[in-house]
């Protein structure tokens, strides 16, 4: 291996610097995970909604069945190898009727799962109609398929911006509505930044209206749902009675499952294809021994009594935050901190969203002080997301008391108390400014910057193009 002192000479290390140091000084986080994250306060920041990672009841089951198991370790093979076992179709067959899918293929992450689905299943002339705000994985998928000259992004969750942009792909590609092509339509259930639900039942009446029956194939990733809401757990697709409307829907296990995987239900026609060329599916090692033994557990209690006990305290811890949070902020200015107008009407995001964008315009502050209390906190601050939308991200959970919501709830308005006078002045200033015309009071809302990168990234988020540059950032 060659010296660390010329290797870190070369080019290609200057390079990298570069793009890391400029990284930093556009004022995005540069992690080194080589130091963990604080983690001894309660835990509000994770994706363990169900609190299953910690649960002990799971981890005695799983010990206890670990012992008497055939086989522990290694599947040592891909699927199309020896890695295709009684025990990994045994947990298929299990999924597809848990879920109540015509055919259910595993997958060792989600990244996997939407990398293969979308890296694949599109053909040539077909067109993918796609949230802006989907996971990474999907795109990552959609610019290697066959139909990438056909991706279209919409609006978040804009059902306005999503009919203008299928009347679009429909004058584009004139064989979807002469049912020779096929329309892919992606979008998550439960959108991890934002904390916010697709439309789902208006979106599909959307497709009807439009796209002929057969011509269209809607995905759903349920990657922060699946487990947390539904009949046993079976997701928000299920909880909406869609599944029949729905033709293929992704579940990961990393989030509300408390372990890793994935899988995805669809036809088995898909699923035929996906394993014959799916590269994820080819070229992999299938799920280990270990965790299929895990996910058998874990579903065992998800899916029973004590699973829906778990729902319904995260689902009253959910309304509980959400009660504690307006409440402290009434008087608190918007700009220090705040909760997105989607969490502030009432009746909205019901059944109740886990996910909490606490919007504030010093995230890296905020987020210091927090970690410096032992919470898991990370910054979001601009360009990852527009001015203006800058936000620590929290998550309830399962296991969460009372007594803990309140303390981090005082915490916070503590701390808004605080920064409550700075940003004030700065209010203050910002409206002085609008005597001297349109341009310096923009100016003066962008914190005297130069206008060329703030006024492009606002105009950005108004077109929905917004993440493009930063992609990776929505890949929760």
Known sequence: MASSSSSSSSPLHAALEHALTTRAKRGVPTTDVSVPIPNWAPDLFSNDYLSIATNLELRETYLSRLVNAPHLFGSRGSRLLAGNTPAHLALENRLRAHFDAPAALLFNSG??????????????????????????????????????????????????????????????????????????????????????????????????????????????????????????????????????????????????????????????????????????????????????????TSFDIIEGHKGDLLRTRLHNNSALFRTLVLKALENIPTPVLSLPDSHKAAGSLLPYTPIFPILTCYPLALAAMLQAHGYAAQPIPYPAVPKGQERIRVVIHADNTEEELRAFVTLIYQWALAQKAPALREKDAAVATASRGPLPLLMGIFGGQSMASPWLSWFKSLTGKYMSAMPGMRGF
């Open 111 to 296: 990244f996997e799962a939407n990398s293969a689905f979308f890296g694949s299943v599109p053909q040539d002339g077909d067109a993918i109609l796609f949230d802006e705000l989907v996971h990474a994985s999907c795109r990552h998928g959609m610019a290697s398929s066959r139909a990438r000259q056909g991706m279209v992004p919409f609006s978040h969750n804009s059902l306005k911006s999503f009919e203008d942009r299928l009347r679009q792909v429909l004058r584009y590609f004139p064989a979807i509505k002469a049912r020779k092509a096929t329309l892919f339509v992606a979008v998550e259930s439960l959108y991890s930044m934002d904390g916010d639900f697709a439309p789902l039942p208006e979106m599909l009446r959307i497709l009807q209206a439009h796209v002929p029956e057969g011509a269209y194939h809607v995905v759903v990733d349920e990657a922060h749902s699946t487990g947390i809401y539904g009949r046993g757990g079976r997701g928000f697709v299920a909880e909406l009675g869609l599944e029949d409307r729905v033709q293929t829907v992704v579940h990961t296990f990393g989030k509300g499952r408390g372990l890793t995987g994935a899988v995805i239900t669809t036809s088995p026609t898909i699923r035929r294809y996906l394993i014959n060329y799916g590269r994820p599916v080819i070229f992999s090692t299938s799920m280990p021994h270990i965790n299929i033994i895990a996910l058998h």
